[in-house]
Structure formats: C-alpha cells, structure tokens
C-alpha cells in the first residue's frame, strides 16, 4: 500500500513534470508564433494540447469556455455587407484579434495555426497576401526551425542555471565489476609499459575519457557504452591510484539481460550510506530482507562506519574483510549521523563458487559451479515479490519444459524457448532433502519478454542436488574450456551425499570437503565421490574423481563474500557545478551538443539493433520517470526538462513527414524547383506520416503502461 501521503506526493511530482512539459511545448510553439508575426503571417490560432478547446481568449473578444473560433465568423459575416476599411476587413471586426489562444483539453503537444497552413491539410492554401504560401520560401524556412531553435536555446538557459546552482549527480568513478564481465578480463592497450599485470578494471578507476569524449558523470559511461555501434569496442581511459600514467583499455561490450542494452558489467561508486526507506511495504521488505543478510537492527538510511574496528570508506570493505576472514564473523558498525544511534552486526561470511561464462542464446551469462558440479535452478527464497503463477518462494524446479533438474542457464534458455506460450514446469516443494519434497506440477504461461514471474537463485546452500554441467565455458580469451565434473556427471537429479566419506549436505559442504581433500599447489589429487540417483529406490554409487593442478588451484582460489548486496547503500554523489558564468555557458553548451548527437544516435542504433523500439519512452513513460527524478529534488526536474527540450528539438526536425523537418525539407523543394511539392505527393506524405507516428505513440504507450504495471 502507499498510503495516502504517498499518493498525494506522486500526484504533486506528476503535476510538476505536466506543468514543465507544457512549458516546454509552449516555447517551442511561441518560436512558430513569434516568426510567423514577424514574417507578416496571420496566425489564426496559438494552442497548447490537443483536443476541443477549454479555455480560450482572443483579443477583442475576451476570455471564453471553449473556443471563440464561431463568434469570430459571425462577427466576419454580419459584417460583411457593411462597408470595409482601408485594409479590407469589415469595419466592426477590425479590432478584433485574428488570433485565437488556446488551452486544449489533451495537454500532450501543441500547434500554431497560421493561414493557409494546415499540417493535416496540405490543400487548405489561401491566396491571402498575409497566408503563409505568399511568405518567401527564406522566411517560412525560418518560421519552421523557429520551435527548435527556442527549444535549443532553452535547454541551454535551463543547463546554464543548473550548472550555476549544481547538480548532484554520480561521479565517473568505477564502482563494482562484475567478475564475469568483459570489464573484468580486459587488458589494457598499456599495461605493460605501466606495470600493470592484473586484468580488468578495478574499483576505484576515475574514468577520464570514454569514445574520446570527456565523462562528467557515471550515466555518461552508461549512455556512451549504449550508444555504440555494433561489433565496436569502447575505449576507454582510466586513472587509477598508484598508476604513473593513464591505462587506456578497448573492451568489447555485452548486451545487459537486465536493460538490454550494450553493458560493460561495471557499477556506480557507492556510499557507505544505506538507502532511506519511506513506505510501510519497503519497510517490512527491509526488515525481513536485513535479517537475511545479518543487519538485524540496523536502521534504513544508518551509514557503514567501520568493518573489523577499521574506518570503512567504502561498502566494499565488507568484501574485503569477509575474503580476508575465510569464513570467519566480520564485525560492521552503522551509525545514524543525525541522531548518533549505533548499531553493531557480526555477518557471517558466505562462500563462493566457480564463476564462468557459458553462451545462452548466443549471448553469454555467467553461472556458479564447483568444478562443473552446478546446483539446481529454483525460486529465490529470498525475493522480495512473491512469485507469480502457483510459484512459492524455495521452490526446487524438477523439470521445466523437457529439462530435467536445470540449472539456472538451462531453466532460463527453456523458458524463453517457450516465450508468448504455455508451459509445464514440476517442482519440488517443502523442506528436508530436496528428493523427498512433495513433486507439484503447475501449468504457467510465459510472457513476452520470456519470464514466468519469478527471481532465480540455485540449490548451493540448501542441497548438494546437481544440474546437468554445461558442455563447455569461455574462457577470458573467448576460447572454450571443459569443466572438470563434466566427465562423471552425465545425468542431471543426482546428489553428492559424500566426499571421501564426509557427509556433505549441501553443494557448500562438498566445496569444504574438497578443500579438506586436497593440498594447495599439488599437482594432482583423486577423491571419492558418493552419487544418489534421483530415481525412487535412490541407489548409491561411489566415483573416484580425479583432479588435476588447474581443477585444485580453482577449488583454492576460492574465497569468500559478505552476502550484503551493494544495491541497498545509496551510489556516491558529487556536485556537479560550475565555476563561474563562462563555465557555466560552457557546461551548458556541451550538455546541449551531447543530448543532440546521443538522440541522433538512438535512432542510428535502432536501425543497426543495439537499441529497441521497446527502449523509447512514449507520454506515460516519460511522465513516470519524471515523477521518479522530481523525489531528487527540483533542480533535477529541470535538468530533465532541459534533456526533454533538447529531445523534443531533435525529433522535431528530423526529416519525416507531419513534424517540422519534413515540412523543411519540402521547402528545401520548393525552394530549388521554384514551385511546392504537389499536393497529390503531399497528402501521401501526410497520410503516411501519421500512420507512422500514430503507430509509434500506440507502441511506446503499450510499453511505457506495461513497464508501469510491471507485466
């Protein structure tokens, strides 16, 4: 529930973005209108929205509910058998303002009627000195791009005096790496010359040029990654401490399965200061959530201030010290800065596993294994959401589709095998071993984006029940490497029950036992495995399994994590700020160019497939983000309504029919053959036009309405 309060406060942020929207589409309009009076074009209308008119005002006429468009020919006609003046308008009508100003009901755009104009009529021309066809074709070209040009130089004012005031925004700094990523086993082009032996990028690089681009803020890695071309890598430049130079890397981006966009696998900088919570149902998340992960107590909004008696500067100490402790308690103190309430935890440590890459959908996806023995998929117990479709949190999936006992890669490629149809999955439901669990069998349906509505996770710490270990893995040089338990795992359902006759209940426990097992650094080593069939009577057979000095250095090399997600401290921010008028012109200017060429390339990206159609945001869309960026603060709303008056600018004047850059472009015509396009090719032109327009709008609104329900 988000109560009533919240409700209200969403409301008022959605008031605010509607308030500024409109804003925005009247500067642009005011561009059209200003131009066309003076290029001596009578202007017939000056609207906001869409729709029947609300609230109309004509000078001469006063103000009026709904439009005064009917008044004013009568006014025309009663007048038009009396004597006319100099100019020849009839006499009474004279002072009477042609122009009618307009609030419309759909507050979603706006238009400037001029005489003779008619974007859905190209053939509704007037002969009227004062219509638009008797302007120049010059000065109709400058009543045209006016819209854009206000909205340009709008966005660059609203940039300037957000610099001035400063925005605070996530610096260029590299938070975590995801140790499966490409960011993670890229090598520098200068490594060697540095002295650096070690891969990747680590936490802490300050990023100093991306695509030879400048990066002022965290997103301009994200937006600069997601922007390239296809096939292309980014290139990068960091500075890292220590480091007696820039270490320039080339790394070849992913596309995310979480945003689908191209990804390097790298996080923001964060804070120590955990996320502050307002809403009773965060709260209870929090709480239950807290209490998994050993911060019972701790309070939202609390700050890390030490880990092991150490002054934590990061929320990565609790990472470090938990590999240093190799399974032992590490101490973390958090403090409410404001009140001085402190909060001492002992975390327990949870350990790792083998991480590799394997290909899912041609695309690769890492996956935790022990030396290719790979737990089995099952419904997160931890999810915040309950599971949809009959699901339960800890469900053990039996089968799914024709998989039997899939890990997380096959259960995910089987599932979105059947994306849009229906599909039978069994699942293995209560406690105790997983084979003596009540089997359920649920029919679910997979929705378009290949999901059944649950969060993944895997049977490592509650079973020692294996999937089927994958055929092979990439290694860091895009090569294929065979996992270790391939050979003597050929089945998937069966269980480790012991390790060189050590019980190991849970896939941890045969990763202790191994340990226990073999020496680090030998050279080869044999232990004895006892497998149990999944089949009902559940024979026991014993496997002798040889190691080799690679499968005991990565069994070694194992370590061990706080468990604490870093998705629950609040990313670190610095303010962005000018350092005086100039800079701030400056800043503002380059704001301005670097939201052009990103919505330029958007479109270029579309056509080559690095960007969806699914990713553009419609009305709905792009008002629900306004409401989430107006929580940050009002000097953000207007960064965002700068990055919207820039975006509308661009989409203006791109050379399609109905928007102001195809009617340039039939201008541009014009101009060079001495007479318009034909009304015939122009009506097509439109027609067309609206039907791709029209179609654009329907699909972005269906996303942004289906992202907003989360279905």
């Not at 680590?202 to 965290?218: F, R």
């Not at 800065?337 to 959908?361: C, K, S, W």
């Not at 160019?593 to 699914?614: D, H, N």
């Amino acid at each position: 529930m988000f109560g009533l309060p919240g409700i209200l406060g969403t409301l008022a942020d959605l008031g605010v973005v509607v308030i500024g929207f409109g804003l925005i589409i009247f500067v642009h309009e005011l561009g059209h209108f200003m131009a066309a009076k003076w290029a001596r074009i009578r202007v017939l209308a000056f609207a906001i929205g869409f729709g029947p008119a609300a609230l109309s005002y004509r000078k001469g006429m006063g103000l009026r509910r709904g439009s005064s468009e009917h008044e004013y020919i009568d006014a025309l006609n009663a007048d038009a058998q009396s004597a006319t003046t100099l100019e020849g308008a009839p006499a009474s009508a004279a002072a009477i303002s042609p122009t009618e100003y307009r609030l419309n009901w759909l507050p979603l755009g706006g238009y400037v009627k001029m005489l003779g104009q008619d974007d859905m009529d190209p053939g509704a021309v007037s002969s009227s000195p004062d219509s638009y066809q008797n302007a120049p074709v010059w000065k109709r070209m400058v009543v045209i791009s006016a819209g854009v040009v206000m909205n340009l130089i709008t966005a660059a004012l609203v940039f300037i005096t957000v610099f001035m005031v400063g925005l605070r925004v996530e610096p260029a700094v590299i938070g975590a790496v995801s140790p499966t990523s490409p960011s993670a086993t890229a090598v520098a082009t200068n490594a060697d010359a540095l002295g650096v032996s070690a891969p990747g990028l680590q936490t802490g690089d300050v990023a100093i040029s991306i695509n030879d681009t400048t990066p002022e803020t965290y997103n301009d890695l994200i937006v600069a990654t997601a922007m390239g071309g296809p096939g292309q890598p980014v290139r990068l430049s960091v500075a890292r401490p220590g480091v007696g130079g820039a270490l320039d890397f080339e790394i070849m981006p992913e596309r995310s399965d979480v945003t689908g966009l191209l990804d390097l696998g790298i996080g923001p900088s964060i804070s120590t200061k955990l996320l502050d919570i307002s809403s009773p149902s965060q709260r209870e998340a929090w709480d239950r959530v807290s209490a998994i992960y050993g911060l019972s107590g701790v309070e939202p909004g609390m700050t890390l201030i030490s880990v092991n008696a150490v002054k934590a500067s990061s929320p990565l100490a609790l990472g470090a010290a938990a590999r240093a402790s190799r399974g032992g308690e590490v101490r973390a103190l958090f403090r409410n800065i404001e009140t001085g309430q402190e909060m001492p935890v002992t975390i327990t440590p949870e350990p790792e596993l083998n991480t590799d890459r394997v290909l899912l959908n041609a695309s690769q996806t890492p996956l935790d294994h022990l030396l290719g023995l790979t737990p089995v998929m099952n419904v997160e117990p931890d999810q915040l959401d309950d599971p949809k479709q009959g699901l339960l949190r800890g469900d053990v999936f039996a089968r799914i589709g024709a998989v039997e006992f899939p890990s997380i890669v096959e259960g995910i490629r089987e599932i979105r095998a059947h994306t849009g149809k229906p599909l039978s999955v069994d699942v293995f439901r209560g406690t105790g071993p997983v084979l003596g669990r009540e089997r359920v069998t649920l029919n679910v349906e997979v929705d378009r984006d290949g999901r059944i509505g649950f969060i993944p996770g895997d049977t490592r710490a509650d079973d020692a029940l294996l999937a089927l270990p994958p055929e092979s893995v990439v290694d860091a040089l895009g090569g294929s490497r065979t996992l270790a338990a391939a050979p003597i795992i050929q089945s998937p359902g069966q269980r480790v029950i012991a390790v060189n006759g050590v019980p190991t209940p849970t896939l941890i426990d045969v990763r202790d036992a191994l340990r226990a097992a073999t020496a680090p650094g030998a050279d080869n080593a044999t232990v004895t495995l006892a497998l149990e069939s999944p089949t009902p009577q559940r024979p026991v057979r014993e496997i002798d399994w040889a190691l080799d000095a690679d499968a005991i250095a990565r069994l070694h090399e194992l370590r061990w994590t706080s468990g604490v997600p870093l998705a629950i401290f609040e990313p670190e921010q610095v303010l962005l700020q000018a350092e005086g008028p100039i800079d701030a012109v400056g800043k503002g200017y380059r704001q301005t160019k670097r939201v052009m060429i990103s919505t330029y390339l958007t479109f270029a990206r579309l056509a080559q497939g690095t960007v969806k159609v699914e990713h553009l945001k419609g009305p709905v869309g792009i008002a629900h983000l306004g409401t989430m960026i107006a929580d940050r603060g009002f000097i953000w709303v207007m960064f965002f309504l700068g990055l919207i008056s820039v975006n509308l600018a661009v989409i203006n004047f791109l050379p399609l029919p109905i928007v102001d850059g195809g009617q340039f472009l039939m201008l541009c015509y014009e101009g060079l053959r001495g007479r318009p396009v034909p009304i015939p090719v122009q009506n097509a032109v439109t027609m067309a036009g609206l039907v791709l327009i029209g179609s654009m709008f329907l699909f972005v609104t269906f996303n942004d309405v289906k992202a907003l329900l989360g279905v």
